[in-house]
């Protein structure tokens, strides 16, 4: 079955970088696109960005615009979330999914542990 592990969030302080992870499973990874979301507390979950299979991507969150980036490594079906220059709004739980998704994700039914990002100043 289809399986997401999200790591390497932790907390940090605003201006820091770190570098997000997500290894899937159960599906042909180098076939689909792969969304990056987020959710912060009291929010609904937002689109952050997307990486098509040939490692284009779009639809960054304007709000991270120049400042994040999506990449994809297929031979280790790993999809990576490059975040520079955080700020405190940035704090949320940060979570894969496969596909292009949309702005909610509302129409996805499994999402993994997603993994938290706490920024403070």
């Known amino acids: 079955q289809v399986q997401f592990v999200e790591s390497g969030g932790k907390s940090v302080q605003t201006g820091e970088s770190l570098t997000l992870s997500?290894?899937?499973s159960g599906f042909a990874f180098r076939s689909y696109s792969i969304s990056w979301y987020r959710?912060?507390?009291g929010k609904?979950?937002?689109?952050?960005?997307?990486?098509?299979?040939a490692g284009g991507t779009s639809n960054y969150l304007q709000a991270v615009?120049?400042?994040?980036?999506i990449s994809r490594?297929?031979?280790?079906?790993?999809a990576y979330l490059q975040m520079n220059s955080l700020k405190t709004e940035d704090t949320a739980v940060y979570y894969c999914?496969?596909?292009y998704g949309s702005p909610s994700g509302m129409e996805y039914t499994y999402w993994g542990q997603g993994t938290q990002v706490t920024v403070s100043s």
């Open 22 to 24: 997500c290894v899937a």
């Open 65 to 69: 615009r120049d400042r994040f980036t």
């Open 97 to 99: 999914n496969k596909g």
């Open 44 to 53: 609904e979950r937002e689109l952050v960005g997307v990486i098509t299979q």
């Open 73 to 78: 490594d297929n031979a280790k079906n790993t």
């Open 39 to 41: 959710q912060a507390p």
